[in-house]
């Protein structure tokens, strides 16, 4: 079986009396994408919040590399190679595609913020910036304005962002929201390449594209792993179907 990338043991983490996420530990393995999926309000977001550090958990431990990072800072965790893309579009949509580009290195070198003009000069940047802009198929709109850009193009942005920090796991929040059919199936062919660069742990509510993408899905209800399987197992699991797919598996 593969390296094992990041996991999580025993995740909990309750609001008041409500317990968001309870003891979930999952893996995430070199060379692979794995699903969570679940209805509204099962705890995905708050689980990720977890992973990266946003959010502390009441117990449990998150894992990067083999190390324990569940002190770590969200800076630190990216740092050490946790790359991530947002629910919420994070660009600065005034600024280039490039220039955005740009703004992911040097994050990823711990520059301080208030320096980013002067350092577009800087080739080392600038060349981190392209190879990624490159990876996701941007590279002929380097210098157009991101405000200007399709949903779907600032999505391949966001992923060249994360790209520019080298990530060794990824965390995606549902990068298929907004996209229509074509832009779905652009990103799902691209995170299918992608997954060999850098395993994905990946939250999405478009069953077609986990369905096409996961090598395994987990599947959260009320806060607790109720399955984890390949497709075909999630799709057979009669607690899944009662508990979520229903009819859709
Ligand atoms: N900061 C918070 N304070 C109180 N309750 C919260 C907070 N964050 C989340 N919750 C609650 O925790 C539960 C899990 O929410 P979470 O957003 O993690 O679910 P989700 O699976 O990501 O949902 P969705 O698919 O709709 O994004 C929900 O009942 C939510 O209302």
């Given at each position: 079986?593969?390296?094992?990338?990041?996991?999580?043991?025993?995740?909990?983490?309750?609001?008041?009396?409500?317990?968001?996420?309870?003891?979930?530990?999952?893996?995430?393995?070199?060379?692979?994408?794995?699903?969570?999926i679940?209805?509204?309000?099962?705890?995905?977001?708050?689980?990720?919040?977890?992973?990266?550090?946003?959010?502390?958990?009441?117990?449990?431990?998150?894992?990067?590399?083999?190390?324990?990072?569940?002190?770590?800072?969200?800076?630190?965790?990216?740092?050490?190679?946790?790359?991530?893309?947002?629910?919420?579009?994070?660009?600065?949509?005034?600024?280039?595609?490039?220039?955005?580009?740009?703004?992911?290195?040097?994050?990823?070198?711990?520059?301080?913020?208030?320096?980013?003009?002067?350092?577009?000069?800087?080739?080392?940047?600038?060349?981190?910036?392209?190879?990624?802009?490159?990876?996701?198929?941007?590279?002929?709109?380097?210098?157009?304005?991101?405000?200007?850009?399709?949903?779907?193009?600032?999505?391949?942005?966001?992923?060249?962002?994360?790209?520019?920090?080298?990530?060794?796991?990824?965390?995606?929040?549902?990068?298929?929201?907004?996209?229509?059919?074509?832009?779905?199936?652009?990103?799902?062919?691209?995170?299918?390449?992608?997954?060999?660069?850098?395993?994905?742990?990946?939250?999405?509510?478009?069953?077609?594209?986990?369905?096409?993408?996961?090598?395994?899905i987990?599947v959260?209800?009320?806060?607790?792993?109720?399955a984890t399987g390949t497709a075909a197992e999630i799709r057979a699991s009669?607690?899944v179907?009662?508990?979520?797919l229903?009819?859709?598996a």
């Open positions: 079986m593969s390296e094992v990338v990041l996991a999580t043991y025993g995740l909990s983490k309750s609001f008041g009396a409500l317990k968001a996420t309870q003891d979930v530990s999952i893996e995430l393995r070199m060379g692979e994408i794995h699903a969570i679940g209805p509204n309000g099962a705890g995905k977001s708050t689980l990720i919040q977890q992973i990266c550090g946003a959010l502390r958990p009441d117990s449990g431990r998150v894992e990067l590399l083999g190390r324990d990072v569940s002190d770590w800072s969200i800076q630190a965790r990216a740092r050490a190679g946790l790359g991530r893309t947002f629910q919420i579009s994070q660009l600065a949509m005034e600024d280039t595609v490039l220039e955005n580009a740009v703004l992911g290195a040097i994050g990823a070198e711990g520059t301080p913020w208030r320096f980013w003009r002067p350092a577009l000069n800087t080739a080392e940047l600038t060349e981190r910036a392209e190879a990624a802009l490159d990876r996701v198929g941007l590279e002929g709109l380097r210098d157009m304005r991101c405000a200007n850009l399709s949903h779907g193009q600032r999505r391949q942005l966001e992923v060249a962002v994360a790209l520019t920090l080298r990530p060794r796991a990824f965390i995606m929040d549902e990068p298929m929201a907004g996209l229509g059919a074509e832009g779905s199936r652009t990103m799902t062919g691209f995170l299918d390449q992608l997954r060999d660069e850098a395993p994905i742990l990946l939250v999405e509510h478009d069953m077609d594209a986990v369905f096409a993408l996961a090598d395994r987990s959260l209800v009320y806060g607790q792993i109720i009669k607690a179907r009662d508990a979520y229903g009819d859709a």
